[in-house]
Each structure stands twice: as structure tokens, then as C-alpha cells.
């Protein structure tokens, strides 16, 4: 297994067809035509040059303050297959996150998504929206300044934009340093408690550890 440390991301694996990358959080994942620099897409073209696919071979987006693992296609070929098996829903996607909370032992949330009509970039739930299912399940409960956090590890059925962050917030349990969607600060955290931990398709399985910055707020809890 390759495993080399970037500025953009970290390679987990690599070979002739695709590439599976740990994002670092603060990255944003592709240009989508506007002048963005440091974006991951931009990254891509410069490490490997540019492989004419459409983003460089990118299927699958994280958010910019979310890290963790993607995959992404080195061949036409490879890209056409592994975007059929996100529409079959056969990629497996397993995060860790920290919810402000006393959270179940597990659970189902399953309810519609759709693009936020007065705030800019924003995502809510509504009845006219997209399907959305968010499943998960309790690792540790920790206390803090008599709160209450809960670590869970969350898989998704679908895989709609924002959709962890704007399930849980809608249940009163927003992610810890997600201020968009109504979470905190805690410990010094500035961005949401939010990492791509596995990644699963076609037989193989790939883990990432937890970002260090992430890592150390469970510790210091």
C-alpha cells in the first residue's frame, strides 16, 4: 500500500485506474469552473497532469472542512464503473463524527433534503427535497463544561450534500465546530467534526486514521 504525505492529501493507494486520497481538512475539492486556487482538482492536474477527465477524475466530493478518504479515477474507463456503483449504492462510506448531544445507541435518519431558498451554499431538510438516509451508531459519550458529546460513526445510504451536517443539526445534534449548521467551538475546533473514516467497493476496503486535529480534541475530552 502506498502511502505518501501531500499538502493537499495523503495517498493511501494508488494505481493505473484510480487513486485513493485522505483529504486535509480546509481543502476544496474542485474549481466547478470558477477561479478557485488550492483546490484539490487544481492539485491533481499539477501532481499527475492533467488526465483531460472532467475534474480530473473526481466523483465524489467532500466538504472543504471535512477530511478524509476519496476516491478518484485515473481512467475513463475506471470513472464510468465506480460512478455506476455510487448510483447502485455500492460504495460503502463510513465518518466519524462529533455531535453536541446525548445521542442513542443508534439510529435512522431519514428524511428529505433540499438547497436552502434564503441562505446562499446552505442545505435544509424539506418535503420537496432529495432522498436522504443517514445511518449510525454511538462509539463514546464524553463530558465537557456539563455537556454532553457524542462520537458516532455514521454510514450513508445516500449521499446528498451536506448531508450529515444538516441531518443531525435538524435533530438538535450539530456537529461540534460546525457553526453554519449550529454547532460550536469546543477545545479550539473551527471546523466541523467530520471525517471520512472508511471506504469500500468492488471487494476492497480502505481505513484512514482520524486527523490529528480531530484526534486531539477526543483525547484533551
Known sequence: MVFIMESKAKIVY???????????????????GREIKGSLEEWL????SDN??????????????????MVVARTDEFRIKIMKLFKDRK??????????GDLPQNGVIKVPINRSKYQ?????????????????KLLEKYKCENRVYSLVEVNLKTGRTHQIRVHFSYLGWPLVG???YGGHS????????????????????????????????????
Not at 52 to 69: A, C, E, F, M, N
Not at 212 to 220: A, G, R, S, W
Open 91 to 100: 460504495v460503502k462510506k463510513e465518518y466519524w463524527a462529533l455531535a453536541e
Open 120 to 136: 446562499f451554499g446552505r442545505f435544509v431538510v424539506g418535503e420537496d427535497g432529495k432522498e436522504a438516509e443517514t445511518h449510525f
Open 52 to 69: 483531460k477527465l472532467p475534474r480530473q477524475g473526481i466523483v465524489h466530493r467532500l466538504d472543504k472542512g471535512t477530511s478524509g478518504l
Open 14 to 32: 494508488k494505481n493505473r485506474e484510480m487513486l485513493i486520497l485522505d483529504k486535509m481538512a480546509g481543502v476544496v475539492c474542485t474549481r466547478e
Open 186 to 221: 469546543l477545545l479550539g475546533l473551527q471546523r466541523p467534526f467530520l471525517h471520512a473514516k472508511k471506504l469500500a467497493f468492488l471487494d476492497k476496503s480502505y481505513e484512514s486514521e482520524l486527523a490529528l486535529d480531530l484526534k486531539k480534541i477526543i483525547v484533551q475530552l
Open 178 to 180: 460546525d457553526t453554519i
Open 45 to 48: 492536474e499539477k501532481k499527475f
